[in-house]
């Protein structure tokens, strides 16, 4: 039930964030707009940062699902309605989303951690052996007899590409990291390379 209600007819809301079946959407709801902050699908939520300032809102996936959007771009402007929940506000209901003012995965800014890598290779074909998103980092591989290389999730994020899995093909150049050979830049296979002379 919610915070400060004992009437048994408010309906109560599942740990994802959805009512149960034939119950009815809860009365204390508050709207609110804001920007999306960061969205997670892997992890299924993110945040909303609200316009009139105060704590983020918690924004499940099912919920985004549910009301017809796949995932929530960072900077992307969005209503929604929220309920409080014991740990802060909560999405119970995406009214809309306006992605027009998305960040573009290229413009995000790079972790303070990531290592700079200068590329020592021209493009080779590389095939994705696995990749962690939440862990933010996998490894590629030019075949068998081959050195592993290291890919983080900014390098991709700096070239456009948002995840990765198994069995993908990249055109990648690499270098020397402190671990062993690291991803300095990453295409899509189908990016065509300019001819070189």
Same mark, same amino acid.
């Given at each position: ?16 964030? *959805?009512? %149960? ?14 920007? @999306?902050?960061?969205?997670?699908? %892997? ?14 809102? #918690? ?16 900077? *992307? ?18 009214? =809309?989303?306006?992605? =027009? ?6 413009? #995000? ?51 456009? @590409?948002?995840? #990765? ?29 300019? *001819? =070189?002379?």
């Amino acid at each position: 039930m919610y915070v400060g209600s004992k009437d048994p007819s408010i309906s109560r809301i599942d740990a994802d964030g *959805a009512t %149960s079946p034939g119950e009815e959407r809860p009365i204390d709801l508050v709207e609110v707009a804001g920007h @999306i902050k960061w969205f997670d699908v %892997s992890k299924g939520y993110g945040f909303i940062v609200p316009d009139g300032g105060g704590t983020d809102v #918690l924004l499940h996936v099912t919920v985004l699902r549910r009301d017809g959007f796949q995932t929530a771009p960072e900077g *992307a402007r969005v209503v929604c309605e929220a309920q409080q929940r014991a740990r802060g506000l909560q999405a119970f209901r995406v009214i =809309s989303m306006d992605e =027009s003012t998305a960040i573009h995965p290229s413009q #995000l800014q790079p972790a303070r951690t990531h290592v700079q890598v200068v590329p020592t290779s021209g493009f080779e074909i590389a095939i994705v052996k696995w990749f962690n998103r939440v862990r933010g980092f996998g490894f590629l591989t030019r075949g068998e007899g081959t050195e592993d290389i290291f890919v983080h999730m900014e390098t991709l994020r700096k070239y456009g @590409i948002m995840d #990765l899995k198994p069995g993908d093909s990249l055109l990648v150049r690499f270098g020397p990291g402190g671990k062993g050979l690291m991803a300095a830049e990453v295409r899509p296979l189908e990016t065509a390379l300019p *001819a =070189s002379h």
